[in-house]
């Protein structure tokens, strides 16, 4: 009888102790996390290489993946081409972020548009990892997928 009354308790005590790391995890500081990502869009509108690279962390990397295969950049080539002078008005949005923290590092994953002149140019997911830095958080790496069958408009 006592073996039944361990077995009976071990899965409430697991749930309960998975409930308790979860929560750990739940996204407290969702707007602090989403801060640089919302200023990181700003400045790829702007055309704004330092407003970029204010957002992120030196030495980051990005991983597009493109047509099944990734396409490699560093933050600094990226805000350089996205810093170029331009004419078509560019825009990225996401929506339904999933936050997750964990002391000074965070995850956003989210599904995202690229606009260009106000229309869906392509879409996917966007992955961002983050790390808090002297209490700021800036991006430490991006991942993304592309593709040109979106649906959402």
């Known amino acids: 009888m006592k073996s039944f009354r361990a077995w009976f308790w071990f899965p409430i005590l697991a749930a309960a102790s998975a409930a308790g ?12 996390v989403l801060a640089p990502v919302a200023a ?5 509108a702007k055309r704004d290489a330092a407003a970029i690279t204010k957002t992120v962390l030196n030495g980051g ?6 047509d099944g295969k990734p396409v490699q950049m560093t933050f600094e080539a990226f805000a350089e081409r996205m810093g170029r002078p331009g004419t078509t008005r560019i825009e990225e949005r996401i929506h339904d972020p ?3 923290t ?5 995850v956003v994953w ?5 606009l260009v002149d106000g229309k869906v140019d392509h879409c996917g997911t966007d992955l961002f990892n983050l790390v808090r830095v002297d209490g700021r958080w800036l ?3 991006i991942a993304d997928t ?3 069958d979106c649906s959402r408009n």
Request: glycine content about 4%.
């Open 21 to 32: 790391s979860l929560a750990y995890l739940q996204p407290a500081q969702e707007p602090a």
């Open 40 to 44: 990181l869009f700003d400045g790829m």
């Open 61 to 66: 990397t990005m991983v597009l993946m493109r």
């Open 98 to 100: 999933l936050v997750r």
């Open 102 to 106: 964990d002391h000074d590092l965070a």
């Open 110 to 114: 989210a599904p995202f548009e690229f």
């Open 139 to 141: 991006i430490a790496s």
């Open 146 to 148: 592309g593709r040109k």
